[in-house]
């Protein structure tokens, strides 16, 4: 059974860091704690835990934080968390079997990381990140912020174990934009990675026209990783049709398929695209196409899981209906209802549909 050393950057965190440590404390085999300027009782929570609780100046370098955490982690592999992460109780026992199980030649483990949730509290956006990394394989953490461990090595994909993210509150608003230009400012160079993030960071923040700028000039140098480049095509097409350039939206959403195949995500934006326009049968043919998809997390890209499923099912059965195919749109209600059973859209679509049969029978 391999060893692991859980090692964090927390700052502020007395409503969620508990909650992070108690569902975990008893998988790892120490804990590091490093505070960045708390000025709650962030660190009396810690030391609960574990001794190993320090203190690290904050630099505006989140790699630089993490990189002095880990260097703290004394077991064979380290492991990252961010206060408001938890493993649910389904995804402890799945990790036990993993720390079990995993060969002591694997460089870096990736996990799921479920970013958001339905009402009933199911993933519907989750991606794979860099989660366990063998200490001996020395790697390290790049970036100022939306900081990544390049994996090399030997990877290892956990499938049955995911990292939920529950946020109880919102990031300090401009923090990263602020972060990234700052860095910029002082002469640092932005890789391709992370000229993708500046260009999100700056439509996050309603700068659509430097964001299009960005998104286009990451675009252009074609040095992005695929799932990247097709995610800033969904950015670039947002930027543009919120600054009422619907044809150049159209034209970034079309542009993602010059990196690979039709991804679900970008065919319910082309639904909505066209459904938006009351061009109905364009709409039907773009969601017919994602509800056939099936999501590959393998890839590595964010994942919107309701693009594989209920999206596409709740939008063909409007589309249906205001083409007059009642049937047909009951029919896609009742399959979107098998992703969201106690949705409230589908609850209204039956109701509305049994009122619309009802009053027809009744005329005739």
């Not at 001794?51 to 934080?65: E, K, N």
């Not at 958001?116 to 970036?143: H, M, P, Y």
């Not at 195949?261 to 039907?284: K, M, S, T």
């Amino acid at each position: 059974m391999i060893s692991i050393s859980l090692c964090m950057i927390v700052k502020d965190e007395e409503e969620v860091l508990a909650r992070c440590l108690e569902s975990v404390h008893d998988l790892v085999d120490e804990i590091v704690v490093v505070d960045t300027g708390s000025d709650d009782r962030t660190m009396e929570i810690a030391q609960r835990y574990t001794r190993h609780v320090l203190s690290f100046p904050w630099i505006d370098d989140f790699s630089a934080a993490r990189n002095f955490a880990f260097a703290h982690g004394t077991k064979e592999y380290l492991m990252w968390l961010d206060a408001d992460d938890l493993l649910l109780e389904k995804d402890r026992i799945a990790f036990i079997a993993l720390k079990e199980s995993l060969p002591s030649d694997t460089d870096v483990v990736m996990m799921k990381y479920h970013l958001a949730f339905d009402e009933a509290g199911e993933a519907t956006f989750s991606n794979f990140r860099e989660r366990l990394v063998r200490k001996d394989a020395n790697l390290r953490w790049v970036g100022p912020v939306h900081e990544v461990i390049p994996p090399v090595g030997k990877v290892f994909y956990a499938h049955d174990v995911a990292v939920t993210h529950r946020k109880m509150k919102p990031s300090p608003p401009g923090r990263n934009l602020r972060i990234i230009e700052k860095y910029r400012a002082a002469g640092g160079k932005l890789d391709a990675r992370q000229k993708f993030y500046y260009a999100r960071e700056l439509s996050d923040n309603g700068l659509y026209i430097q964001a299009a700028e960005a998104f286009e000039g990451y675009l252009n140098d074609g040095q992005g990783w695929v799932e990247n480049q097709i995610e800033a095509c969904l950015g670039l097409a947002a930027c543009y049709l919120h600054l009422s350039r619907d044809e150049d939206g159209l034209d970034a959403l079309v542009k993602s398929f010059r990196y690979d195949i039709p991804r679900a995500e970008v065919c319910c934006e082309l639904g909505a695209y066209f459904l938006d326009r009351r061009r109905l049968h364009q709409a039907v043919f773009w969601y017919e196409q994602a509800r056939g998809m099936k999501p590959v997390p393998e890839r590595g890209g964010f994942v919107r899981l309701d693009c594989y499923g209920y999206l596409p099912c709740i939008q063909l059965c409007l589309c249906y209906h205001q083409q007059g195919m009642v049937e047909k749109a009951i029919e896609m209600n009742e399959l979107a209802a098998g992703y969201r059973p106690d949705d409230r859209s589908v609850a209204y679509n039956r109701a509305f549909f049994a009122q619309l049969l009802g009053n027809s029978e009744n005329r005739s």
